[in-house]
């Protein structure tokens, strides 16, 4: 039987050898299945921005229970803790020097008379700069604790919490009652952010490593050249080499989505159909990628050089370390080429606000077209490699 120009027996045959190839090794058995759940589980815990247990150190010259309190204050989140306490001025940018301390509080004298009074009273609030990305959060820890407490003990205190960073002075705003809340992440917990799109890596990776691999290996051990001689049309070939790997790629999707929900809690607000059909036009690029590599590598050495190549800076233009709005504008473009970008907003999406097809087209429909315009390119190269 023949559908779409393939004979379906020897498409079967090709499949059917394709799996036990791939499945009769117990090494590629834990590369396969084992190694992406280990490397979420790793990258779920290590890959964070929050701020837990942050040394501080506090000079207290007011020494009075208003400057306690609002040291109590700071460390009862859990977010800091006190790591030493200072004698004089001098030992705060010691600590920080040194790295004892991340945040430095300074509390001067009078502190708890210019807050029965009404006045202004204000704080210092030094933070270590080297990691920006833990300053930037830690600062805005602190600042919503001293926000808080300020509303609680005098209302012009607050407005320290903005600027006692910079040490820049700032205006009240009498009558306005701020309440902010954060949607989709109420506890703006890192893992909730990063998890999703280290899903995305690790399928750009399976789908890259086993289509790539899985025909280089064939070109090492002389048989590809038996394959192209057999009765087997170059596109019954490529087919059979991809088709084993789409379902490995799901199979994989279903794994690390499992242990996304169930063991770091992740919620998933959309329906796994469209995550599936989102991922399917993602594996589709990945295939062709693959395939491409697979095209202009001899060895197996070669092709994880030029497989490497690719996909470092693919995670770094997809938003998944750094938002693309902050890149340079050519860059901002440039990450227009990188379908890992598109997975990664729409699996986001699908992840935290629970989006369906009805938005996400756009990025599912690029990722289609790219992933169909790769793989037939792929498919012409591999022609005129293997002819």
Known sequence: MTVLGLDVGRLVQLVRKEARQTFRDPRALRVIFMAPILQLVIFGYAVTTDVKDAAMIVYDRDHTTESRELVQALTAGGYFRVASLAAKAEDLADALDHGRAIVALEIPRGFQGDLAAGGRASVQLLIDGTTSNTATVAQAYASQIILRFGQQHSPLVAQTAGTGAQGHGGTGLPGVDLRVRAWYNPNLESRVYNVPG???????????????????RERELGTLEQLMVSPLT???????????????????????????????????????????????????????????????????????????????????????????????VFFQYLTLLDPVRYYVEAVRAIFLKGAGLAVLWPDVLVLTLMGGGILWFAARRFHKTTA
């Open 234 to 328: 170059p596109g019954e070939l490529i087919v059979g080499k991809t088709l084993p790997v789409v379902g490995i790629a799901l199979v994989d999707l279903a794994l690390i989505t499992t242990v996304a929900t169930l063991w770091f809690a992740i919620p998933l607000r959309g329906t796994l159909a469209t995550l599936g059909l989102t991922s399917l036009a993602y594996i589709v690029c990945g295939l062709g990628i693959g395939l491409l590599i697979s095209t202009v590598s001899s060895t197996t050495q070669e092709a994880f050089m030029t497989m490497f190549m690719f996909f470092l800076p693919a995670m770094i233009f997809s938003g998944f370390f750094f938002p693309v709005e902050n890149m340079p």
């Open 198 to 216: 280290v899903v995305c890596n690790l399928m750009m990776l399976m789908a890259l490593l086993l289509t790539t691999l899985a025909v280089v």
